[in-house]
């Protein structure tokens, strides 16, 4: 009895087919190894699957099913397609430890650690007062932060939160844009308001807001307090200068929770040898109650062309100190006629 073959066109709704299949296709590549008995050909948002009809229908199961899980938890990995694939994800879930789960935000949303640098901060949070988070673009290390302060404030040990950053141009002008100072201003804390309505409902927030639970103003605005029970995270401290982040640093007051981001790739001051957060850094090694952790590019959560756009610009940084390096300074003498 002959079998009857079909040829199905799945569509991929709701998802990144980029993420989905993966850099080059790795993905899509794993499922042809582990579904040797359909042929399978990706293009942009639709999978063609020819092959015995009741196997075809088994991929289509197995792919719907790894969908339904990217857009639940947000990633995928070679781990999970595999399991998709063979055993089915229908039993399990994301391996959410609670020591992992920082905050229920909005909607029941679980706000966990989900790299090894994000727990580690997280761990250093419960034994430190001040903390150092540096390193690239999209590694979480803000989210993280502000998870632990909307944790923290939930929970009461601290009465509010206070987030800042310097509000320093990035090839921009503020004087061109329109408003008032507060307007021209908010554009640069736009970030930490989209983590915080991420946690907190957003009729509460905006009372917190009112009230000065919540507080989120520019670094120039910290000049001369004192921060008691008060958990403060200072992004962008690549922008900061030697001066201003010891001013701000100085601002702990009693009962205080104070952390500090910034990525030294990413500095948007005149010279870049006056970004002070390294230097702080160094300054306060070793200090007992001060812990400092430095992500890298594995701790990427973003768009997975984040980290191949990261290590692109690395390289390029890379090459182009080490040809000046290399290249002769050629110095003319005073008596030399031009």
């Given at each position: 009895?002959?079998?009857e073959s079909?040829?199905k066109?799945?569509?991929?709704?709701g998802v990144?087919?980029?993420e989905l299949y993966g850099?080059?296709?790795v993905?899509?590549e794993?499922?042809r190894?582990?579904?040797?008995?359909?042929?399978?050909?990706?293009?942009?948002s639709s999978?063609k699957?020819?092959?015995?009809k009741?196997?075809?229908?088994?991929f289509?199961?197995?792919?719907?099913?790894?969908?339904e899980?990217?857009?639940?938890?947000?990633?995928i990995?070679?781990?999970v397609v595999?399991q998709?694939?063979?055993?089915?994800?229908?039993e399990c879930?994301e391996?959410?430890?609670?020591k992992d789960?920082?905050?229920?935000?909005?909607?029941?949303?679980?706000i966990r650690?989900?790299?090894?640098?994000q727990?580690?901060?997280?761990e250093?949070?419960?034994?430190?007062?001040?903390l150092?988070a540096?390193?690239?673009?999209g590694?979480g290390?803000?989210?993280?932060?502000?998870?632990l302060?909307?944790?923290?404030l939930?929970d009461?040990?601290v009465?509010?939160?206070?987030l800042?950053?310097?509000?320093?141009?990035?090839?921009?002008?503020?004087?061109?844009?329109?408003?008032?100072?507060?307007?021209?201003?908010?554009?640069?804390?736009?970030?930490?308001?989209?983590?915080?309505?991420?946690?907190?409902p957003?009729?509460?927030l905006?009372?917190?807001?009112?009230?000065g639970t919540?507080?989120i103003?520019?670094?120039a605005?910290?000049r001369?307090r004192?921060?008691?029970?008060?958990?403060v995270i200072?992004?962008e401290?690549?922008?900061?200068?030697?001066?201003q982040?010891?001013?701000?640093?100085?601002?702990?007051?009693r009962?205080?929770?104070?952390?500090?981001?910034g990525?030294?790739?990413?500095?948007?001051?005149?010279?870049k040898?006056?970004?002070g957060l390294?230097?702080?850094?160094?300054?306060?090694?070793?200090?007992?109650?001060?812990?400092m952790?430095?992500?890298?590019k594995r701790d990427?959560?973003?768009?997975?062309l984040?980290?191949?756009?990261?290590d692109a610009?690395?390289?390029?940084?890379?090459?182009?100190?080490?040809?000046?390096r290399?290249?002769?300074?050629?110095?003319?003498s005073k008596?030399?006629?031009?």
């Amino acid at each position: 009895m002959a079998v009857e073959s079909i040829n199905k066109e799945i569509l991929i709704e709701g998802v990144d087919t980029r993420e989905l299949y993966g850099a080059q296709d790795v993905y899509v590549e794993q499922m042809r190894a582990l579904s040797p008995t359909v042929k399978i050909v990706a293009r942009g948002s639709s999978l063609k699957v020819l092959g015995a009809k009741r196997d075809v229908e088994a991929f289509e199961r197995k792919m719907n099913s790894l969908v339904e899980y990217y857009i639940k938890y947000g990633h995928i990995s070679r781990e999970v397609v595999a399991q998709a694939f063979s055993t089915g994800l229908s039993e399990c879930s994301e391996p959410v430890s609670e020591k992992d789960t920082i905050v229920y935000g909005n909607n029941g949303n679980i706000i966990r650690a989900r790299t090894v640098n994000q727990r580690r901060l997280v761990e250093l949070y419960e034994q430190n007062d001040l903390l150092f988070a540096v390193g690239p673009a999209g590694s979480g290390k803000t989210y993280t932060a502000i998870a632990l302060a909307v944790r923290a404030l939930k929970d009461r040990t601290v009465r509010r939160v206070i987030l800042t950053r310097p509000a320093v141009e990035a090839g921009e002008k503020l004087g061109f844009l329109p408003g008032d100072m507060k307007d021209k201003l908010d554009p640069y804390l736009q970030p930490l308001y989209d983590a915080l309505n991420d946690m907190i409902p957003a009729a509460k927030l905006q009372r917190f807001l009112e009230d000065g639970t919540v507080q989120i103003a520019p670094l120039a605005y910290m000049r001369g307090r004192t921060l008691d029970n008060a958990f403060v995270i200072l992004d962008e401290a690549q922008n900061t200068t030697s001066s201003q982040i010891k001013m701000f640093l100085t601002r702990m007051g009693r009962n205080a929770k104070f952390i500090v981001t910034g990525d030294v790739t990413q500095i948007d001051l005149p010279r870049k040898s006056d970004s002070g957060l390294m230097r702080a850094m160094d300054t306060l090694r070793g200090i007992d109650g001060i812990g400092m952790v430095e992500f890298d590019k594995r701790d990427i959560v973003r768009h997975h062309l984040v980290k191949y756009i990261v290590d692109a610009f690395d390289k390029r940084a890379a090459m182009e100190e080490s040809a000046r390096r290399e290249t002769p300074i050629v110095r003319m003498s005073k008596d030399r006629k031009e």
